[in-house]
């Protein structure tokens, strides 16, 4: 059914605002052009009023979910290409269709380390694509591969490297267009805005270096498989760093001396931060000079490669190195913070540093209820809520074996995904919306706030508030209707119904 002069009116509904508040307000949209419309300013410009009015009956209008780090989802995997990039692209279609169930209307494909000469074609084939029967596909999101090989999860440890020439080694890894300045990368007309993430840790010797240039051209830089020290994490947000990817996995815990990456949600705004860390701490083994196949390892890094346990992506079983040498290096030199003393409350010290966005997969496996709820108190401003999913996301999937890849199987158990024959858990099948519901029951937040930590958070990390995750006048028209317990009811794509409920 459609509006004969393309308006749309949904009345006596909720909708999800930017603050996390709930409004009982109605929503215009113009399903020809696909995007949300000032009422007022449409009424007494155009002197027109909706043809189609759809009562919600007291439900949320939301905008679109929006999930930065998936892996696959609904058989397809996003890090496998097997030459036929037919085959790929119609993968892409097939997750891109069937997600708008789960309530995402827009997500970032995630491939994680790979074989070097596989990145060019990969990412090629990742670039923006808007689907008018499914979500958009924003951009993609490179984990790895250089990042810590103790903290490697499921990443091959063959393929893992290290860039010593800075940028130029990423460009040389990711293929030089890919990197293209953020203005060249965009589609043009009426297409996605180009999206590009890129998870490494920054005590790799080369990364540091390298963020700056990342933010400049427009590309997210996250933190994560990593051991960075709070010097080395803080250093890397002032430089330009904007995201942690999954929070609590893959790096160091929380320790009162040193809180390492964990420790930034806390970041205190009123201790000038120290200098710059040095970028190759000579007793760190966490700053590989060369791939990791031919750098100098440590004796516990010696026993990780002997290990045949396959790990998650997010889970990490592996020991964490000592932090003590790196920090107690970084004291040497003389990289103590200086406390900001000021009379006025509220004042800030450091008024460039920002506390930077944070993953979290909140499916009461990856992380404790408990320590999702510290992380959101800490700073609920910066959680985005992801899935980290892998391809045997399906809602309709029924618990048992199924393939993965390399020969290895998973054992499904509900939202726990196991490796075949062990008890390692081997990453996410939770679905977008459940873990909206979880994080406002771990947490205690409004179902307002939760949505948020899909929608507004991630496209403001993004920098594409003005057209994903919100609905303000002019957005895209990306909708998804919920009940007041947060199931998802429909799920509109540019001012069209792509899914509903039977």
Same mark, same amino acid.
């Given at each position: 059914?459609?509006?004969?002069?393309?308006?749309?009116?949904?009345?006596?509904?909720?909708?999800?605002?930017?603050?996390?508040?709930?409004?009982?307000?109605?929503?215009?949209?113009?399903?020809?052009?696909?995007?949300?419309?000032?009422?007022?300013?449409?009424?007494?410009?155009?002197?027109?009023?909706?043809?189609?009015?759809?009562?919600?009956?007291?439900?949320?209008?939301?905008?679109?979910?929006?999930?930065?780090?998936?892996?696959?989802?609904?058989?397809?995997?996003?890090?496998?290409?097997?030459?036929?990039?037919?085959?790929?692209?119609?993968?892409?279609?097939?997750?891109?269709?069937?997600?708008v169930e789960t309530g995402v209307t827009s997500l970032v494909p995630t491939i994680i380390t790979q074989e070097k000469s596989l990145y060019p074609t990969l990412l090629s084939l990742l670039r923006p694509c808007s689907n008018p029967k499914g979500a958009t596909l924003l951009g993609w999101h490179a984990e790895g591969?250089?990042?810590?090989?103790?903290?490697? *999860? !499921?990443?091959?440890? +063959?393929?893992?490297? /290290?860039? =010593?020439?800075?940028?130029?080694?990423?460009?040389?890894?990711?293929? $030089?267009?890919?990197?293209?300045?953020?203005?060249?990368?965009?589609?043009?007309?009426?297409?996605?805005?180009?999206?590009?993430?890129?998870?490494?840790?920054?005590?790799?010797?080369?990364?540091?270096?390298?963020?700056?240039?990342?933010?400049?051209?427009?590309?997210?830089?996250?933190?994560?498989?990593?051991?960075?020290?709070?010097?080395?994490?803080?250093?890397?947000?002032?430089?330009?760093?904007?995201?942690?990817?999954?929070?609590?996995?893959?790096?160091?815990?929380?320790?009162?001396?040193?809180?390492?990456?964990?420790?930034?949600? *806390? !970041?205190?705004?009123? +201790?000038?931060?120290? /200098?710059? =860390?040095?970028?190759?701490?000579?007793?760190?083994?966490?700053?590989? $000079?060369?791939?990791?196949?031919?750098?100098?390892?440590?004796?516990?890094?010696?026993?990780?490669?002997?290990?045949?346990?396959?790990?998650?992506?997010?889970?990490?079983?592996?020991?964490?190195?000592?932090?003590?040498?790196?920090?107690?290096?970084?004291?040497?030199?003389?990289?103590?913070?200086?406390?900001?003393?000021?009379?006025?409350?509220?004042?800030?010290?450091?008024?460039?540093?920002?506390?930077?966005?944070?993953?979290?997969?909140?499916?009461?496996?990856?992380?404790?209820?408990?320590s999702v709820r510290i992380a959101y108190n800490a700073y609920p401003e910066g959680c985005i809520l992801i899935t980290d999913a892998m391809k045997i996301l399906d809602p309709h999937l029924k618990d048992g074996v199924h393939e993965w890849r390399d020969g290895k199987r998973f054992v499904k158990e509900g939202v726990?995904?196991?490796?075949?024959?062990?008890?390692?858990?081997?990453?996410?099948?939770?679905?977008?919306?459940?873990?909206?519901?979880?994080?406002?029951?771990?947490?205690?937040?409004?179902?307002?706030?939760?949505?948020?930590?899909?929608?507004?958070?991630?496209?403001?990390?993004?920098?594409?508030?003005?057209?994903?995750?919100?609905?303000?006048?002019?957005?895209?028209?990306?909708?998804?209707?919920?009940?007041?317990?947060?199931?998802?009811?429909?799920?509109?794509?540019?001012?069209?119904?792509?899914?509903?409920?039977?």
């Amino acid at each position: 059914m459609t509006s004969p002069n393309g308006l749309i009116c949904f009345t006596n509904c909720l909708l999800p605002m930017q603050d996390g508040s709930l409004v009982e307000k109605d929503l215009w949209i113009d399903e020809r052009r696909g995007v949300v419309l000032d009422s007022q300013q449409t009424f007494f410009s155009r002197k027109q009023r909706p043809d189609r009015v759809i009562n919600m009956g007291g439900n949320i209008v939301s905008p679109g979910f929006i999930d930065i780090q998936i892996n696959g989802a609904y058989g397809f995997d996003f890090s496998v290409y097997e030459g036929d990039s037919d085959a790929y692209r119609q993968g892409l279609q097939t997750v891109a269709e069937k997600i708008v169930e789960t309530g995402v209307t827009s997500l970032v494909p995630t491939i994680i380390t790979q074989e070097k000469s596989l990145y060019p074609t990969l990412l090629s084939l990742l670039r923006p694509c808007s689907n008018p029967k499914g979500a958009t596909l924003l951009g993609w999101h490179a984990e790895g591969p250089f990042i810590q090989p103790a903290k490697r *999860g !499921a990443h091959a440890p +063959l393929h893992i490297r /290290s860039p =010593p020439k800075g940028f130029a080694s990423f460009e040389e890894t990711y293929g $030089a267009q890919n990197l293209a300045i953020k203005e060249e990368w965009l589609m043009d007309g009426d297409a996605p805005l180009g999206v590009r993430i890129i998870t490494a840790a920054p005590e790799i010797t080369g990364v540091l270096e390298a963020v700056p240039e990342f933010d400049q051209r427009g590309i997210v830089f996250s933190i994560g498989h990593s051991i960075a020290t709070s010097d080395f994490a803080t250093e890397a947000v002032r430089r330009g760093a904007r995201l942690i990817t999954h929070l609590f996995n893959a790096m160091p815990q929380l320790h009162h001396r040193d809180p390492s990456i964990i420790g930034l949600l *806390g !970041a205190s705004p009123h +201790l000038s931060p120290p /200098s710059s =860390p040095t970028n190759s701490p000579p007793t760190s083994p966490a700053s590989p $000079a060369s791939p990791v196949s031919s750098a100098r390892i440590s004796s516990s890094q010696v026993s990780l490669r002997m290990t045949t346990k396959a790990q998650s992506e997010a889970f990490d079983d592996h020991e964490t190195p000592p932090q003590t040498p790196m920090l107690a290096a970084s004291r040497v030199a003389g990289k103590v913070p200086r406390l900001g003393l000021h009379l006025e409350k509220g004042q800030v010290a450091d008024l460039e540093f920002e506390r930077p966005f944070y993953e979290l997969i909140v499916d009461g496996i990856h992380s404790h209820p408990n320590s999702v709820r510290i992380a959101y108190n800490a700073y609920p401003e910066g959680c985005i809520l992801i899935t980290d999913a892998m391809k045997i996301l399906d809602p309709h999937l029924k618990d048992g074996v199924h393939e993965w890849r390399d020969g290895k199987r998973f054992v499904k158990e509900g939202v726990k995904l196991y490796l075949e024959g062990t008890d390692t858990l081997a990453g996410s099948v939770v679905t977008l919306d459940t873990c909206v519901r979880n994080h406002s029951r771990f947490t205690g937040c409004s179902l307002g706030e939760a949505i948020k930590c899909v929608t507004f958070n991630p496209a403001r990390c993004l920098g594409i508030e003005t057209r994903k995750g919100t609905l303000c006048p002019g957005a895209d028209a990306d909708l998804v209707i919920l009940d007041r317990s947060g199931n998802v009811l429909s799920t509109w794509v540019r001012g069209k119904e792509v899914w509903k409920k039977e």
